[in-house]
């Protein structure tokens, strides 16, 4: 009996093809379902046109080559290769037989080293937690293939490059290290945002973020000198030095790519744009560039799902009938939230008072609040057909957060009660000014600043 995949697949259901090329060496060919094509929009007159060489097995010269393309239907780039200049992975493995059969290359494809992709129906290659490895090679090398094996490091006379198994299993540590490092600050900064929540509607002091923390500071990397005050924030190296980003204003991307950039420069373009009359798209363009804003916002690590998605329709990526600025997920409990970004000219309030020293919210920010809550019941409505379709499943909608990002603090002393005493009993859409949010990056600059003053002579 042949022995299930995971979902229940046996090996005669995946539409592969084997052909020997010489004895003891075959290849293997993909083609997609006619569902497949037809949720890629593509022709599904003539099947062939679709067949890709997706693996080469040979038990003479013992190796295995995988060519990674991507098999998601909704992806922009379906059927193409994965990575912009790779486009073949080499194993040296210890194969003496080439298998002939569907269920021997699925037994073969089990042997390929932890890190990769085996199940043919994901398109092989590496999986997205080490794909830094794919990048870094990309980046010191001018060849299309990489060779895994047990000669040196670096590039051949024979038009790859060559990765020695032990670095391959370094870097691959290296990233689970940082991972496990990330899952742990995860929790550290979980258990202060839930204390700050409550400490939030109670009315009491909130607890600051513990950075001095080791598992929160390794996963910061920050180093601020008198010299440069930068803010350094990055999960992939392995050094603790800052490192200068004169041509971005961005301050981090909290994910597998974050990069170090300047605080300052970031606060300063920030503060510009706030004294400029801008639109909508500038600010969704800002905080796209640099997520770590709506981490802030949030006061846990949050993971960008899509920006500008489409929560109405079947397909994140498509148009439906309900858009959000941001869709985004806690990085722990994989709950979902939505950000919504207005105009910091947007009005809060009435220009006129109501009654007394009593101003009501505006039309702008009580429709705000109405489209955002209408955004969260689509998705709560349509979130099974959203994970199933996009293939997504680590994400939930358990109660949705939802922020709204709207307009500046009133100053007129009366003006600012009546925005807190409604915003505080909008209790399902957290209402942030483009304000406090500037004041919220000031004040982390100011804290890494002093807390790098007081330990310089202390390692993270």
């Excluded at 593509?42 to 995988?66: F, N």
């Excluded at 486009?87 to 932890?114: F, G, H, R």
């Excluded at 409604?422 to 982390?444: G, M, P």
Aim: net charge negative.
């Amino acid at each position: 009996m042949a022995r299930l995949l995971p979902g229940d697949f046996t090996p005669e259901d995946l539409n592969i093809d084997i052909e020997e090329v010489f004895p003891n060496c075959i290849e293997v060919f993909y083609t997609p379902s006619i569902s497949d094509l037809k949720d890629a929009g593509l022709d599904t007159q003539d099947l062939s046109l679709h067949k890709r060489k997706i693996a080469e097995i040979s038990g003479q010269d013992h190796y295995i080559s995988v060519y990674p393309i991507y098999t998601l239907p909704t992806h922009p780039d379906y059927l193409k290769q994965k990575y912009e200049q790779i486009n073949v992975i080499t194993i040296v493995i210890d194969i003496d037989t080439a298998p002939y059969s569907k269920e021997e290359v699925i037994d073969v494809l089990q042997m390929l080293p932890a890190g990769f992709i085996k199940d043919i129906r994901y398109g092989l290659g590496l999986t997205k937690e080490y794909q830094a490895i794919i990048s870094a090679i990309e980046d010191h090398s001018d060849h299309q293939c990489i060779v895994i094996g047990s000669e040196e490091t670096g590039d051949s006379d024979y038009e790859y490059f060559h990765l020695n198994m032990n670095d391959y299993d370094e870097m691959r540590c290296s990233c689970n290290r940082i991972t496990e490092r990330a899952r742990k600050a995860a929790r550290i900064t979980k258990s202060a945002t839930t204390y700050n929540h409550l400490a939030y509607r109670l009315g009491v002091e909130q607890k600051p973020l513990p950075t001095n923390n080791d598992a929160i500071s390794k996963m910061l990397r920050i180093k601020i000198t008198n010299s440069d005050k930068q803010a350094a924030m990055n999960m992939v190296t392995e050094d603790k030095s800052a490192v200068k980003q004169t041509d971005s204003v961005t301050l981090a991307k909290l994910k597998s790519d974050i990069e170090l950039v300047s605080l300052e420069r970031l606060i300063t373009s920030y503060a510009e744009l706030l004294d400029k009359r801008t639109k909508e798209d500038t600010w969704q363009e800002l905080f796209n560039q640099n997520p770590f804003i709506l981490s802030l916002a949030f006061g846990y690590p949050a993971i960008k799902i899509s920006d500008q998605a489409s929560i109405g329709g079947k397909r994140l990526s498509g148009d439906g009938e309900k858009i959000a600025d941001y869709l985004i997920k806690n990085g722990m409990t994989n709950n979902l939230a939505l950000i919504e970004i207005k105009k910091p000219s947007s009005a809060l309030l009435n220009k006129t008072a109501y009654r007394g020293s009593v101003y009501c919210a505006s039309t702008e920010l009580t429709g705000s609040v109405t489209q955002v809550l209408d955004q969260c019941y689509q998705l709560q409505q349509n979130i099974a057909t959203i994970k199933n379709n996009n293939r997504l499943y680590d994400i939930e909608s358990y109660a949705v957060h939802c922020i709204l990002i709207i307009g500046r603090l009133p100053v007129n002393d009366d003006e600012i009660k009546s925005f807190e005493i409604y915003r505080r009993n909008s209790k399902n859409v957290q209402i942030i000014t483009f304000d406090e949010l500037l004041l919220k990056l000031k004040q982390l600059h100011e804290f890494l600043g002093n807390d790098s003053d007081s330990d310089k002579d202390t390692s993270l």
